[in-house]
């Protein structure tokens, strides 16, 4: 009897410390998931208070963790991380696209109107001693090629001799790649890169920042200085290929210009950092500052206009170039605004507030852009200086 009431004592401490635990154990998980609720906007840290008209479903300091696995969460900021993400894949799709694809595509319907004014400037010897060494002497298709490129000697074109349209009729698509690369001597393309880069820089630090600032003030601060960069980035970087294809055969405008918006990007950035920038009262500040940025290239867009008033290909990018311009500054206007959750308070807090238009339009603007790019490289690969 002794024996079992010393046994009893000895597992009743037990089963209370098993309780204990179990009970520490069911307050921490209900700590934590009481923690990582989501709050509404008076809850907030004044260093996440940024739009009062967004009153619920924020994220407040947030450990890493949790806050990586919120991307695939619903909350206020999941439409802005989301819509710059897919823009960034967007952009580098497109940037192996162009590496891959653009330089090798010939445009035969740009050829059947070009060839004759390319060829009064092309050196033929070279272009038969080029063509030549790629092709084995002794095959029937050489001769062939050497009669097509006979035809197409700049003596045989004139306005009323209809050997132009025959002989390009008779070439095949095969024949013209091969022909294309010794005659098109392509053009460098590091601005056009140098665009994508700063677009996918752009879109990659907006959607690292909306996911990442509501872990601590001091992250929050570095991801915003991040985010203004990238904006930055994304309007000098759009400057450049519009300014080097349209003044590539004179430097002395073209460095003028690229210096100019260099400079002018590096010193928002510059101002961007200061810690009064970052305060809501300095929203329509930011907006109208990375406005003027953009505005300024008016000046270059204005200057090709006048030299190349009679070239296609100048009005065909000032066409893109002016939608670019009017989406970019529809979502400037649309984040100084705060339309439309202003007039309607709480209502777009998960979709529709003004900051993810602002990112959709950046996406459209930006896309537009490089349609733009498109054009200016297939013009200077063929019109040279």
């Known amino acids: 009897m002794g024996g079992e009431a010393e046994i009893k004592e000895r597992l009743q401490p037990k089963s209370e410390t098993t309780e204990k635990k179990q009970h ?31 009153l619920g479903h924020y994220r407040s300091e947030w450990p890493i963790k949790q806050i990586l696995l919120s991307i695939f969460t619903i909350h206020n900021e999941t439409l802005n991380v989301w819509t710059h993400l897919i823009g960034f894949f967007l952009f580098l799709a497109l940037t192996i696209y162009t590496a891959t694809k653009v ?26 001693s080029d063509l030549m060494s790629r092709l084995p002497s002794s095959t029937p298709s050489t001769w062939h090629v050497m009669e097509l490129l006979y035809n197409c000697l700049p003596e045989r074109f004139s306005h009323g001799n209809s050997t132009d349209m025959c002989v390009l009729h008779s070439v095949r698509e095969d024949l013209a790649n091969m022909i294309a690369p010794l005659i098109f001597r392509p053009i460098t393309r590091w601005p056009f890169y140098a665009f994508l880069g700063g677009a996918m820089f752009c879109l990659l630090a907006s959607s690292t920042c909306h996911l990442l600032s509501c872990h601590s003030e001091r992250v929050s601060y570095i991801m915003l200085r991040l ?73 270059p867009i204005l200057h090709k206009l006048i030299i190349f008033w009679d070239q296609p290909e100048a009005l065909h990018t000032t ?66 200086c």
């Not at 154990?25 to 004044?46: D, I, M, N, R, T």
């Not at 330089?103 to 272009?127: A, E, G, I, N």
């Not at 405008?253 to 990007?265: K, R």
């Open 103 to 128: 330089p090798s595509v010939v445009d035969l319907h740009s050829l059947q109107h070009r060839l004759p004014d390319v060829l009064r400037k092309t050196d033929l010897h070279k272009l038969h």
């Open 24 to 54: 520490n154990v069911k307050g921490k998980k209900l700590w934590q998931k009481v923690k990582y609720q989501l709050v509404e906007y008076h809850a907030l840290p004044a260093y996440l208070r940024d739009n009062e008209y967004i």
């Open 319 to 384: 066409g893109y170039e002016v939608l670019m311009g009017l989406l970019y500054g529809l979502g400037a206007l649309v984040y100084a605004t705060r339309i439309p959750e202003r007039w309607m308070p709480g209502k777009f807090d998960i979709a529709g507030h003004s900051h993810q238009l602002f990112h959709v339009l950046v996406v459209a603007g930006a896309f537009t852009h490089y349609r733009a790019g498109l054009v200016y490289l297939k013009w200077r690969d063929i019109e040279g």
């Open 227 to 299: 985010d203004y960069a990238g904006i930055a980035a994304l309007i000098a970087t759009s400057f450049y290929p519009p300014v080097y294809y349209s003044f590539m055969c004179d430097p002395f405008f073209c460095n003028l210009y690229l210096g100019f918006i260099t400079v002018l990007g590096i010193a928002t950035v510059l101002v961007s950092l200061l810690p009064v920038f970052q305060s809501p009262e300095f929203r329509v500040v930011r907006a109208s500052l990375f406005f003027g940025m953009g505005f300024s290239g008016a000046a």
